[in-house]
């Protein structure tokens, strides 16, 4: 008899498990790029805070260099190296923002 069993019901539920965590890791993907498009498009929200005045859309860019460099100094520490609230609630919000951007494509291409 031979030492590895093959259960049909547990590799499933790994599969199925397997196939949730991909889609995950594609919603936080495409919620990533879809916020980072948002903001540098041609008529993104840089380019909207420059038509207002030229004051508030280097104000935006300030805080985007600002908070840049605080992630650059924070050096090789990971921002999400514990699993807390605040991480699980900003990755659930690119989660839910990739799902958005994917069903805005869907329903613009229709």
């Known amino acids: 008899?031979?030492?590895y069993r093959f259960n049909v019901r547990e590799e499933s539920n790994a599969l199925v498990q397997?196939?949730?965590?991909?889609?995950?890791?594609m919603l936080i993907m495409i919620g990533i790029a879809g916020t980072v498009y948002r903001i540098i498009a041609p008529d993104g929200w840089i380019a909207q805070a420059f038509n207002r005045s030229a004051l508030s859309?280097?104000?935006a860019l300030c805080t985007i260099g600002v908070?840049?460099?605080m992630l650059w100094l924070k050096g090789s520490k990971s921002i999400f190296a514990k699993r807390n609230k605040l991480t699980e609630t900003v990755i659930?919000?690119?989660?839910g923002l990739g799902a958005l951007f994917?069903?805005?494509?869907?329903?613009?291409?229709?």
């Open 67 to 69: 908070i840049a460099g």
């Open 1 to 3: 008899m031979s030492m």
């Open 102 to 110: 994917l069903l805005q494509s869907v329903i613009s291409a229709i």
């Open 92 to 95: 659930a919000g690119f989660a």
């Open 57 to 59: 859309g280097f104000a």
């Open 18 to 25: 397997a196939l949730i965590a991909f889609v995950m890791v």
